[in-house]
């Protein structure tokens, strides 16, 4: 079965510090796909990116970055500089491409808190 | 563009009462829809999806089910709620094979 591990679950920085939110996650297929979202204060989850399995290079969206190591099954999220807008709780999920499931599994989330 | 509503947004009930969700999306044909749960403090739980009208498959055994009266009409109902139904619900939709999920805003039950 698959699982997302979201083993931080609260973090909290000081403006404009670097933080990695970490995620471990857990899969026999070979073809899958791993988000990542944002969930601020309001409750709406909000979608940042998605990898497929086949795909290692890292992605870098201007102050966002996420490293994909397959060797490690690892997906880490980090925010350059971050912001106190970056305040929120960030959830990893992963999707097994072929299920008629086709559901997302979700980590437990990491609370970031940026302090002004 | 595509849009998912869902509502109400806010919601206190007593124990042993009946409970009605409804999520509607717009700008899409055929998505796969999806409840997810989140409790306090806590990751999100799928409780049902569906890939077509009347087709619901559920992931866990409790006193809530679901229903899909249209193509793009998702309801969550109970006959009779519990204390531990309390939570934050989310609607979501998705097209195709890769599992992207797009979300409601989110219904918050208080059971009391």
């Known amino acids: 079965a698959q699982k997302v591990t979201q083993a931080q679950t609260e973090i909290s920085v000081v403006e404009k510090e670097d933080v990695t939110l970490d995620c471990v996650y857990e899969?026999?297929?070979?073809?899958?796909?791993l988000f990542w979202y944002k969930q601020p204060p309001s409750g709406e989850l909000v979608f940042l990116i998605r990898r497929n399995s086949f795909d290692e290079q890292n992605e870098i969206s201007g102050r966002y970055s996420w490293n994909f190591q397959k060797s490690t099954s690892s997906f880490n999220f980090t925010i350059t500089a971050s912001q106190v807008v970056d305040s929120a709780v960030y959830f990893c999920a992963l999707s097994e491409a072929w299920t008629g499931r086709r559901a997302l599994t979700f980590g437990s989330g990491t609370r970031l808190q940026v302090q002004p | 563009s595509q849009t998912i509503h869902q509502w109400p947004a806010t919601l206190v009930q007593p124990v042993g009462s009946p409970l009605s969700l409804e999520c509607t999306v717009e700008?899409?044909?055929?998505?796969?829809l999806y409840w997810y749960r989140q409790a306090a403090g806590r990751g999100l739980q799928l409780l049902f999806y569906?890939?077509?009208?009347?087709?619901i498959s559920s992931e866990v055994p409790q006193n809530l089910s679901a229903s899909r009266p249209q193509d793009r009409q998702f309801i969550l109902s109970s006959k009779k709620l519990l204390l531990s139904d309390s939570g934050f619900y989310l609607c979501?939709?998705?097209?195709?094979?890769?599992?992207?999920?797009?979300f409601g805003e989110g219904s918050r039950l208080t059971v009391l």
């Open positions: 899969t026999r297929d070979t073809t899958y796909y």
């Open positions: 569906s890939v077509g009208i009347g087709q």
């Open positions: 979501a939709w998705s097209i195709g094979n890769t599992g992207e999920l797009f």
């Open positions: 700008g899409t044909s055929n998505p796969n």
